[in-house]
């Protein structure tokens, strides 16, 4: 992934809005109308929030006549969001706190969460 499709993936994560329908397409794949009233947001709203989404790489798009089912693009990318939507650290493979965790990981005792460090802008840019 290139760093400009990663800052288009942070933008579109950025928004309360679009955050919370990425934590629901993380779980599943979900219709537009099901979305629309799971969310409480006009359609006009929707279809853009999920145009973000898609151009930005984090939604997929089925179609099946006039019906539309999302979901998240990959479940690696389901689990970091969930990951980020509950506040814990990432952990995304290739990142430099990806191995932290996986090292605490076996180190801590499963009732504790891994204590890492937060890593550095640039850590997580390059």
Known sequence: MDRSQLVAQLKALGEPTRLALCQRLSRREWGGTELLAEIGISQPNLSRH????????????????????????????????????????LGLPGSPIHARINMNAEKDSPAEPPSVPSPSIEEWLL
Do not use: Q, T
Not at 59 to 68: D, Y
């Open 50 to 89: 999920l145009r973000i989404l898609r151009e930005a790489g984090l939604v997929a798009e089925r179609r099946e006549g006039r019906r539309a089912y999302f979901r998240l693009h990959d479940a690696e990318l389901a689990a970091a969001v969930l990951r980020l939507a509950s506040g814990l650290p």
